[in-house]
Protein backbone atom coordinates (compact mmCIF):
# COMPACT_ATOMS: atom_id res chain seq x y z
CA UNK A 1 0.00 0.00 0.00
CA UNK A 2 1.16 3.44 -1.09
CA UNK A 3 0.93 4.92 2.60
CA UNK A 4 1.85 8.44 0.70
CA UNK A 5 -1.47 8.40 -0.49
CA UNK A 6 -2.64 9.06 2.57
CA UNK A 7 -0.45 11.90 3.92
CA UNK A 8 -1.19 13.29 0.55
CA UNK A 9 -4.70 13.48 1.46
CA UNK A 10 -4.73 14.38 4.52
CA UNK A 11 -2.05 17.42 3.73
CA UNK A 12 -4.65 18.75 0.77
CA UNK A 13 -7.59 18.10 3.37
CA UNK A 14 -5.75 20.54 5.44
CA UNK A 15 -5.01 22.65 3.16
CA UNK A 16 -8.78 22.72 2.60
CA UNK A 17 -9.71 24.07 6.21
CA UNK A 18 -6.72 25.76 6.88
CA UNK A 19 -7.74 29.23 6.51
CA UNK A 20 -11.35 29.05 8.16
CA UNK A 21 -9.85 27.57 11.57
CA UNK A 22 -8.37 31.33 11.89
CA UNK A 23 -5.05 30.86 13.35
CA UNK A 24 -3.65 27.64 12.84
CA UNK A 25 0.06 28.28 14.04
CA UNK A 26 -1.34 28.49 17.74
CA UNK A 27 -2.35 24.72 17.72
CA UNK A 28 0.92 23.07 18.29
CA UNK A 29 0.99 22.09 21.78
CA UNK A 30 -2.72 23.80 22.88
CA UNK A 31 -4.93 21.80 24.23
CA UNK A 32 -7.53 24.21 22.46
CA UNK A 33 -10.49 23.67 20.22
CA UNK A 34 -8.30 23.92 17.02
CA UNK A 35 -5.64 21.10 18.51
CA UNK A 36 -9.02 18.88 18.72
CA UNK A 37 -9.61 19.48 15.45
CA UNK A 38 -6.10 18.60 13.47
CA UNK A 39 -6.34 15.11 15.75
CA UNK A 40 -10.19 14.34 14.25
CA UNK A 41 -8.76 15.19 11.14
CA UNK A 42 -5.67 13.44 11.30
CA UNK A 43 -7.53 9.91 12.65
CA UNK A 44 -10.38 10.17 10.30
CA UNK A 45 -8.23 10.52 7.05
CA UNK A 46 -6.40 7.77 7.90
CA UNK A 47 -9.24 5.35 8.20
CA UNK A 48 -10.86 6.93 5.41
CA UNK A 49 -7.39 5.53 3.68
CA UNK A 50 -7.61 2.12 4.81
CA UNK A 51 -10.74 1.41 4.30
CA UNK A 52 -10.26 2.86 0.82
CA UNK A 53 -7.41 0.30 0.39
CA UNK A 54 -9.51 -2.42 1.82
CA UNK A 55 -12.24 -1.99 -0.71
CA UNK A 56 -10.15 -1.51 -3.41
CA UNK A 57 -7.88 -5.00 -2.46
CA UNK A 58 -5.17 -3.62 -2.00
CA UNK A 59 -4.61 -4.58 1.55
CA UNK A 60 -5.44 -8.00 2.33
CA UNK A 61 -8.63 -7.38 4.62
CA UNK A 62 -11.12 -9.90 4.71
CA UNK A 63 -15.07 -9.19 4.21
CA UNK A 64 -18.10 -10.10 6.29
CA UNK A 65 -21.10 -8.91 4.90
CA UNK A 66 -22.69 -7.48 8.17
CA UNK A 67 -24.28 -4.22 7.36
CA UNK A 68 -22.34 -1.21 9.34
CA UNK A 69 -25.31 1.50 9.25
CA UNK A 70 -29.01 0.64 9.21
CA UNK A 71 -30.10 0.17 5.74
CA UNK A 72 -33.02 2.35 4.04
CA UNK A 73 -36.23 1.44 2.30
CA UNK A 74 -34.46 -0.36 -0.99
CA UNK A 75 -35.03 -3.63 -2.78
CA UNK A 76 -31.56 -4.75 -2.22
CA UNK A 77 -28.55 -3.06 -0.38
CA UNK A 78 -24.77 -3.92 -0.58
CA UNK A 79 -23.29 -3.11 2.45
CA UNK A 80 -20.00 -2.50 3.41
CA UNK A 81 -17.61 -5.23 4.78
CA UNK A 82 -18.29 -4.48 8.55
CA UNK A 83 -14.56 -6.05 8.81
CA UNK A 84 -12.69 -3.38 5.96
CA UNK A 85 -14.61 -1.32 8.86
CA UNK A 86 -13.08 -2.64 12.14
CA UNK A 87 -10.00 -3.59 10.43
CA UNK A 88 -9.20 0.68 9.33
CA UNK A 89 -10.22 1.74 12.88
CA UNK A 90 -7.79 -1.34 14.61
CA UNK A 91 -4.78 -0.08 11.96
CA UNK A 92 -5.77 3.44 12.39
CA UNK A 93 -5.77 3.23 16.29
CA UNK A 94 -2.48 1.12 16.14
CA UNK A 95 -0.58 3.72 14.50
CA UNK A 96 -2.42 7.44 16.19
CA UNK A 97 -3.80 5.75 19.60
CA UNK A 98 -1.17 3.59 20.96
CA UNK A 99 0.65 6.30 23.44
CA UNK A 100 -2.25 7.98 24.56
CA UNK A 101 -4.66 4.86 25.42
CA UNK A 102 -3.20 3.48 28.96
CA UNK A 103 -3.11 7.46 29.75
CA UNK A 104 -4.71 8.98 32.63
CA UNK A 105 -3.13 12.19 31.78
CA UNK A 106 -5.77 15.02 30.31
CA UNK A 107 -4.30 15.82 27.42
CA UNK A 108 -3.68 12.20 26.45
CA UNK A 109 -7.74 11.55 27.07
CA UNK A 110 -8.84 15.01 24.99
CA UNK A 111 -6.12 13.30 22.37
CA UNK A 112 -7.65 10.32 22.44
CA UNK A 113 -11.13 11.43 22.50
CA UNK A 114 -10.60 13.57 19.53
CA UNK A 115 -9.02 10.56 17.40
CA UNK A 116 -12.21 8.74 18.45
CA UNK A 117 -14.17 11.50 17.30
CA UNK A 118 -12.42 11.46 13.78
CA UNK A 119 -13.12 7.76 13.16
CA UNK A 120 -16.91 8.72 13.96
CA UNK A 121 -16.75 10.91 11.63
CA UNK A 122 -16.10 8.39 8.93
CA UNK A 123 -18.92 6.15 10.07
CA UNK A 124 -21.64 8.83 10.37
CA UNK A 125 -20.70 10.33 6.82
CA UNK A 126 -21.00 6.47 5.29
CA UNK A 127 -23.88 6.74 2.71
CA UNK A 128 -26.20 5.22 0.24
CA UNK A 129 -25.57 5.58 -3.33
CA UNK A 130 -28.55 3.95 -5.17
CA UNK A 131 -29.85 3.11 -8.57
CA UNK A 132 -33.39 3.24 -9.79
CA UNK A 133 -35.03 -0.12 -11.99
CA UNK A 134 -38.51 -0.78 -12.39
CA UNK A 135 -40.99 0.28 -15.27
CA UNK A 136 -39.11 3.46 -16.88
CA UNK A 137 -39.08 6.32 -14.26
CA UNK A 138 -40.98 4.63 -11.38
CA UNK A 139 -38.18 3.43 -9.18
CA UNK A 140 -40.31 0.33 -8.06
CA UNK A 141 -36.97 -0.82 -7.31
CA UNK A 142 -33.47 0.50 -5.84
CA UNK A 143 -30.57 -1.43 -5.64
CA UNK A 144 -28.28 0.94 -2.89
CA UNK A 145 -24.58 0.75 -2.78
CA UNK A 146 -23.57 1.19 1.23
CA UNK A 147 -20.34 3.67 0.63
CA UNK A 148 -17.56 5.54 2.00
CA UNK A 149 -17.80 9.30 1.94
CA UNK A 150 -15.02 11.59 0.29
CA UNK A 151 -12.05 13.23 2.66
CA UNK A 152 -13.81 16.55 2.01
CA UNK A 153 -17.16 15.08 3.02
CA UNK A 154 -15.71 13.80 6.04
CA UNK A 155 -13.94 17.09 6.76
CA UNK A 156 -16.96 19.19 6.51
CA UNK A 157 -18.36 16.74 9.06
CA UNK A 158 -15.67 17.72 11.61
CA UNK A 159 -15.73 21.66 10.71
CA UNK A 160 -19.21 20.55 11.90
CA UNK A 161 -17.84 19.31 15.10
CA UNK A 162 -15.45 21.89 15.27
CA UNK A 163 -17.85 24.57 15.63
CA UNK A 164 -19.82 22.75 18.16
CA UNK A 165 -16.80 21.49 19.99
CA UNK A 166 -16.97 21.29 24.07
CA UNK A 167 -15.00 22.40 26.87
CA UNK A 168 -14.28 20.02 29.12
CA UNK A 169 -12.57 18.94 32.38
CA UNK A 170 -10.89 15.85 33.66
CA UNK A 171 -13.06 14.36 36.87
CA UNK A 172 -12.41 10.72 37.93
CA UNK A 173 -10.52 9.81 34.53
CA UNK A 174 -13.09 11.05 32.42
CA UNK A 175 -13.75 13.87 30.14
CA UNK A 176 -16.46 16.07 31.76
CA UNK A 177 -18.15 18.80 30.28
CA UNK A 178 -17.12 22.37 31.68
CA UNK A 179 -19.52 23.94 33.39
CA UNK A 180 -19.73 27.65 31.77
CA UNK A 181 -20.63 30.68 34.28
CA UNK A 182 -22.40 31.87 31.97
CA UNK A 183 -25.23 28.66 31.73
CA UNK A 184 -25.56 27.08 35.19
CA UNK A 185 -29.07 25.98 34.98
CA UNK A 186 -28.45 22.53 32.97
CA UNK A 187 -26.06 21.56 36.07
CA UNK A 188 -27.08 18.18 35.49
CA UNK A 189 -26.32 18.07 31.53
CA UNK A 190 -23.31 18.95 32.06
CA UNK A 191 -21.77 16.88 34.75
CA UNK A 192 -22.44 13.70 32.32
CA UNK A 193 -19.66 12.45 30.55
CA UNK A 194 -18.99 13.87 26.77
CA UNK A 195 -19.94 11.92 23.84
CA UNK A 196 -18.06 9.86 21.64
CA UNK A 197 -18.53 11.88 18.49
CA UNK A 198 -18.25 14.98 20.12
CA UNK A 199 -14.73 17.22 20.21
CA UNK A 200 -13.14 18.09 23.25
CA UNK A 201 -10.59 20.99 24.31
CA UNK A 202 -9.26 21.51 27.79
CA UNK A 203 -8.49 25.56 26.98
CA UNK A 204 -10.29 28.23 25.32
CA UNK A 205 -8.56 29.59 21.89
CA UNK A 206 -7.35 32.72 22.35
CA UNK A 207 -9.19 35.84 20.66
CA UNK A 208 -8.05 35.77 17.46
CA UNK A 209 -9.03 39.34 16.89
CA UNK A 210 -6.62 40.46 19.39
CA UNK A 211 -4.64 37.91 21.73
CA UNK A 212 -1.17 38.07 23.48
CA UNK A 213 0.81 35.22 22.55
CA UNK A 214 3.41 33.26 25.09
CA UNK A 215 6.21 35.06 23.72
CA UNK A 216 4.53 38.47 24.08
CA UNK A 217 3.63 39.25 20.76
CA UNK A 218 0.66 40.44 19.60
CA UNK A 219 -1.55 38.66 17.43
CA UNK A 220 -4.34 40.68 15.93
CA UNK A 221 -6.14 41.04 12.31
CA UNK A 222 -5.26 44.74 12.86
CA UNK A 223 -3.39 45.47 8.90
CA UNK A 224 -4.46 42.24 7.45
CA UNK A 225 -5.89 43.01 4.27
CA UNK A 226 -9.00 41.82 3.19
CA UNK A 227 -11.83 41.64 0.40
CA UNK A 228 -14.90 43.43 0.26
CA UNK A 229 -17.27 40.81 -1.25
CA UNK A 230 -18.49 37.97 0.67
CA UNK A 231 -17.86 36.37 3.95
CA UNK A 232 -15.10 34.00 3.87
CA UNK A 233 -12.07 33.79 5.62
CA UNK A 234 -10.53 36.75 3.77
CA UNK A 235 -13.50 38.92 3.78
CA UNK A 236 -13.27 42.45 5.68
CA UNK A 237 -16.88 41.40 7.66
CA UNK A 238 -14.65 38.07 9.11
CA UNK A 239 -11.63 39.45 9.95
CA UNK A 240 -12.36 43.13 10.68
CA UNK A 241 -15.66 44.14 11.61
CA UNK A 242 -16.77 40.59 13.50
CA UNK A 243 -13.48 41.74 15.47
CA UNK A 244 -14.75 45.26 16.05
CA UNK A 245 -12.54 47.19 13.88
CA UNK A 246 -12.83 49.24 10.86
CA UNK A 247 -11.95 48.89 7.24
CA UNK A 248 -10.13 51.17 5.37
CA UNK A 249 -9.96 51.33 1.58
CA UNK A 250 -8.02 52.95 -0.99
CA UNK A 251 -8.01 52.57 -4.07
CA UNK A 252 -5.19 53.88 -6.34
CA UNK A 253 -4.43 53.48 -10.20
CA UNK A 254 -1.94 50.90 -11.16
CA UNK A 255 -0.57 49.52 -14.26
CA UNK A 256 -1.56 46.20 -15.09
CA UNK A 257 -1.06 43.53 -17.90
CA UNK A 258 -4.21 43.59 -20.42
CA UNK A 259 -6.16 42.08 -23.04
CA UNK A 260 -3.08 39.13 -23.10
CA UNK A 261 -3.06 36.91 -26.69
CA UNK A 262 -1.30 33.67 -26.30
CA UNK A 263 0.63 32.89 -29.06
CA UNK A 264 1.18 29.46 -30.22
CA UNK A 265 3.37 29.94 -33.41
CA UNK A 266 5.87 32.76 -31.86
CA UNK A 267 7.47 30.16 -29.28
CA UNK A 268 4.48 30.17 -27.28
CA UNK A 269 5.02 33.82 -26.21
CA UNK A 270 2.04 35.94 -24.22
CA UNK A 271 1.74 39.12 -25.43
CA UNK A 272 0.34 41.99 -23.67
CA UNK A 273 -0.96 45.20 -23.66
CA UNK A 274 -0.60 47.65 -20.69
CA UNK A 275 -3.63 49.30 -18.89
CA UNK A 276 -4.51 51.76 -16.12
CA UNK A 277 -6.52 50.25 -13.53
CA UNK A 278 -8.11 50.87 -10.34
CA UNK A 279 -6.93 48.63 -7.82
CA UNK A 280 -8.40 49.15 -4.47
CA UNK A 281 -7.22 47.92 -1.41
CA UNK A 282 -8.64 47.27 1.93
CA UNK A 283 -7.34 45.99 5.59
CA UNK A 284 -8.23 45.90 8.79
CA UNK A 285 -7.92 49.48 11.44
CA UNK A 286 -8.45 49.88 14.81
CA UNK A 287 -11.73 51.14 15.48
CA UNK A 288 -10.39 54.11 17.26
CA UNK A 289 -8.69 54.95 14.26
CA UNK A 290 -9.64 58.14 12.19
C1 LIG B 1 -40.62 3.23 0.68
O1 LIG B 1 -41.11 2.51 -0.41
C2 LIG B 1 -42.51 2.57 -0.55
C3 LIG B 1 -42.93 1.62 -1.69
O2 LIG B 1 -42.15 1.84 -2.83
C4 LIG B 1 -42.93 4.02 -0.81
O3 LIG B 1 -44.32 4.12 -0.91
C5 LIG B 1 -42.42 4.89 0.33
O4 LIG B 1 -42.69 6.25 0.06
C6 LIG B 1 -40.94 4.70 0.55
N1 LIG B 1 -40.51 5.43 1.70
C7 LIG B 1 -39.41 6.21 1.73
C8 LIG B 1 -39.11 6.85 3.02
O5 LIG B 1 -38.69 6.38 0.75
C1 LIG C 1 -10.31 -5.22 15.50
O1 LIG C 1 -10.02 -5.26 16.89
C2 LIG C 1 -11.00 -5.92 17.67
C3 LIG C 1 -10.66 -5.71 19.13
O2 LIG C 1 -9.31 -5.83 19.36
C4 LIG C 1 -11.03 -7.39 17.27
O3 LIG C 1 -12.02 -8.06 18.01
C5 LIG C 1 -11.38 -7.48 15.77
O4 LIG C 1 -11.31 -8.81 15.36
C6 LIG C 1 -10.44 -6.63 14.94
N1 LIG C 1 -10.97 -6.63 13.61
C7 LIG C 1 -10.23 -6.81 12.51
C8 LIG C 1 -10.93 -6.85 11.21
O5 LIG C 1 -9.02 -6.90 12.54
C1 LIG D 1 -5.91 44.74 21.88
O1 LIG D 1 -4.91 44.44 22.81
C2 LIG D 1 -4.12 45.54 23.18
C3 LIG D 1 -3.00 45.04 24.07
O2 LIG D 1 -3.45 44.08 24.99
C4 LIG D 1 -4.98 46.58 23.90
O3 LIG D 1 -4.20 47.71 24.24
C5 LIG D 1 -6.09 46.99 22.96
O4 LIG D 1 -6.96 47.88 23.62
C6 LIG D 1 -6.85 45.78 22.47
N1 LIG D 1 -7.81 46.22 21.49
C7 LIG D 1 -9.06 45.78 21.44
C8 LIG D 1 -9.90 46.30 20.35
O5 LIG D 1 -9.49 44.97 22.24
C1 LIG E 1 -1.59 44.01 1.54
O1 LIG E 1 -1.66 44.30 0.17
C2 LIG E 1 -0.67 45.23 -0.27
C3 LIG E 1 -0.92 45.54 -1.72
O2 LIG E 1 -1.10 44.39 -2.48
C4 LIG E 1 0.71 44.60 -0.06
O3 LIG E 1 1.71 45.51 -0.47
C5 LIG E 1 0.90 44.25 1.40
O4 LIG E 1 2.12 43.58 1.59
C6 LIG E 1 -0.23 43.38 1.90
N1 LIG E 1 -0.13 43.24 3.34
C7 LIG E 1 -0.23 42.08 3.98
C8 LIG E 1 -0.11 42.10 5.47
O5 LIG E 1 -0.41 41.01 3.39
C1 LIG F 1 -9.90 55.61 -11.70
O1 LIG F 1 -10.52 56.48 -10.77
C2 LIG F 1 -10.49 57.85 -11.15
C3 LIG F 1 -11.05 58.70 -10.01
O2 LIG F 1 -12.24 58.18 -9.51
C4 LIG F 1 -11.30 58.03 -12.45
O3 LIG F 1 -11.25 59.39 -12.87
C5 LIG F 1 -10.69 57.15 -13.53
O4 LIG F 1 -11.45 57.23 -14.70
C6 LIG F 1 -10.58 55.69 -13.05
N1 LIG F 1 -9.82 54.95 -14.03
C7 LIG F 1 -10.23 53.76 -14.50
C8 LIG F 1 -9.31 53.11 -15.45
O5 LIG F 1 -11.28 53.23 -14.13
Not at 89 to 113: C, G, Q, V, Y
Not at 259 to 267: A, P
Request: with cysteine; net charge positive; proline share 3%.
Amino acid sequence: MNINSIWLNFISLFLTYLPQMKCFYYVKNKANRENAVTYAFTSSIMMHAFMKECIGKRLECTCDTKPVGPKSNVTSWKALCVSHYTYSINLTKLILDKSFENSKDSRALMNHHNLRAGRIAVKRTLYNECTCHGTSGSCQFKTCWQRVASPLSIGNEIYKQYKDARLVQVVKDQLIRKKSTAKLDNAEKESKPVSAGKLVYLERSPNYCNATMPDGSILTTIGRNCTRQGESFKSCSQLCLKCGYKVKSVTVPKTVRCNCIYNLFLKNTVNCELCLKNVTHNWCIPSSFV
